[in-house]
């Protein structure tokens, strides 16, 4: 069989090992190598029993490593701001999951295969990556004039660079909503709940449409949640599309897989499996790319 | 006796849930003009949801923050222009043009657990040269020591002020005095309470709060608010008054603010009817009222049934999308 694409991941924190459990067993993609900057950080040490190699030397572990050809990027916006001009320079695709949007937005279900040969892709934000598929979907059939959206989740899956800088969740993705969405003018909500036990992660998508049709509304957005459910098996639609005048409410709750993450982080699993699709559909690019020289 | 009692009137802001935020400029300017001549101190203005509120979610409301803030600071002559921020739904690009047209006070609002969400807010409201408040919602979902570090965190960020409040006016007068009691020794700040009728306990709670210590309370005229509506101002000055509080604010005047400028732009009274008393009994946030009555409609279930779901299930201000989806699935389940 043909050797996969290697991969390495930066920042060890609770994304990054999330994202190294849901890089095993990929088709074109295999993680080698996990990178942060505390030798005894739990997440290296975590690694390093799954059998991958570490370092604590940060990025420079990687520049070093030609073989290495994708790289997920866990660590805040600035440490991406110093990173992303480094791989760019060594060759190395970095696919970006924090806010510092270097690249251009990437759902992986809506726009990835626009962007397989850019060298630098944003995630968006959690809330993006649940709600831009539907409003793509909507957009599709019923032309979405206006989409809005509101991400509920639970005060612990929250971390301190979310809580710190709120507004960016809340502009970031409605710009998503707007430019991989394709709504016309976008707006978001996020509201953390800290009951106990923790709430899963819930997304509320409104639409304002210029054709309301009810049945092609309908198809479209249980298509496109069949569609998310093969990166993100819990995602779940939660009541059906409820379409009122041009008014279109679409319910989505999103369970996540719990591979390190625990399960009611749905909004940090989206990210993390959205992640990993990305990149096991660019490295499958590269290795085409390859094979057709 | 005489102490000096600071009323922020929350009747062009809280009453606009009241009114499904459609208000008009020139209603907000006509009525804060005339709050202003019968002496109240601030007047917070805007969405019900404050500023950035307008929306699917929330209800949009027929003018902009913008629009609204305009007006208003165009007539005020002595009172302080006030706006209401919900890190989450408004951002500081919001407050930074609220700043711009007049504001001079901000309050930023905060789930009772969450107040770092509002750091950036607190202080980007400090560098605008406002006043900063610190607004704890839903303070009968948390104990007294939760209350007192969160009210730190606030202080800590600058906040000048702080606020407990009862958003689901859900709290009894000792639960009302304790909260303000520990809150006041802990950060040796101003603070304030804001409470919600829905037990018929608003003027009991607003008044356990000012034996507490409290330095600031909210009131709007007729009540006007979100569920059964907040503690009434003529009716609060009135009985400050008799206490020997001093408010700064002309009885007879406050009650024809009241009577004849705001009761002829309601659109319905505001009583405790057995909807909005569900909500102070279950603890839910305020303005799920006038949705959860529309979502009862539609999903031909009780709107009582919707609220006390709302409670079990631990909801926060603001996640008025889940009374659609219990809605959704009480009416499956029937």
Known sequence: MTTKIKAAIIGPGNIGIDLMYKLMDRKYIELDMVVGIIPESEGLKLARENGFKTSHEGIDAILANEEIKIVFDATGARPHLIHAPLLKENNKIAIDLTPAAVGPYVVPVVNLEEHLKSPNVNLVTCGGQATIPIVAAINKVADVKYAEIVATISSKSAGPGTR?????????????????????????????????????????????????????????????????????????????????????????????????????????????????????????????????? | MGRKIRIIDTTLRDGMHAVSHQFSPDDMAEIAKSLDEAGVDTIEIGHGDGLGGSSFQYGFSAYSDEDYVTAVSKVLKNAK????????????????????????????????????????????????????????????????????????????????????????????????????????????????????????????????????????????????????????????????????????????????????????????????????????YAGVYGSFLLHALRAAEKFGVDARDILFEMGQRRTVGGQEDMIVDVAYELSKNK
């Open chain 2, 81 to 280: 222009l006030d706006v209401l921020l919900l890190p989450g739904i408004g951002t500081k690009k919001e407050l930074e043009a609220a700043a711009k047209y007049g504001a001079k006070v901000a309050r930023v609002a905060t789930h009772v657990t969450e107040a770092d969400v509002g750091e950036q807010h607190i202080k980007l409201a400090k560098d605008l040269g406002m006043e900063a408040v610190g607004f704890l919602m839903m303070t009968h979902m948390a104990d007294v020591k939760t209350i007192v570090e969160q009210a730190k965190l606030f202080a800590s960020y600058g906040a000048d002020t702080i606020y407990v409040t009862d958003s689901a006016g859900a709290l009894t007068p000792q639960g009302v005095f304790e909260r303000i009691k520990a809150v006041k020794e802990a950060t040796g700040l101003p603070i304030g309470h804001h409470a919600h009728n829905n037990l018929g306990l608003a003027v009991a709670n607003t008044l356990a709060a000012i034996e507490a210590g409290a330095d600031l309370v909210d009131a709007t005229c007729k009540g006007l608010g979100a569920g059964a509506g907040n503690t009434q101002i003529e009716v609060l000055v009135a009985v400050l008054h008799k206490l020997g509080y001093e408010t700064g604010i002309d009885l007879y005047k406050i009650m024809d603010v009241a009577d004849d400028v705001v009761v002829p732009k309601m659109k319905r009274p505001i009583v405790i009817d057995k909807n909005s008393l569900t909500i102070g």
């Open chain 1, 164 to 293: 710190q800088n709120i507004d960016e969740f809340t502009q970031t993705t409605a710009r998503g909503l707007v430019e991989v969405g394709g709504a016309d003018k976008g707006k978001a909500i996020i509201i953390l709940n800290p009951a106990e036990p923790p709430i899963m992660m819930r997304d509320t998508i409104y639409t304002r449409v210029a054709n309301p049709d009810e049945k092609e509304i309908t198809r479209a957005v249980l298509e496109m949640v069949e569609k998310v459910k093969q990166y993100v098996p819990g995602y779940q639609l939660k009541v059906p599309p409820i379409i009122e005048g041009d008014k279109v409410t679409v319910m989505l709750e999103i369970e996540g897989a719990g591979h390190y993450l625990p399960k009611y982080a749905g909004n940090l699993d989206i990210m993390t499996a959205a992640a990993a699709a990305a990149g096991d559909r660019i490295a499958q690019s590269l290795l085409e790319a390859k094979e057709g020289n």
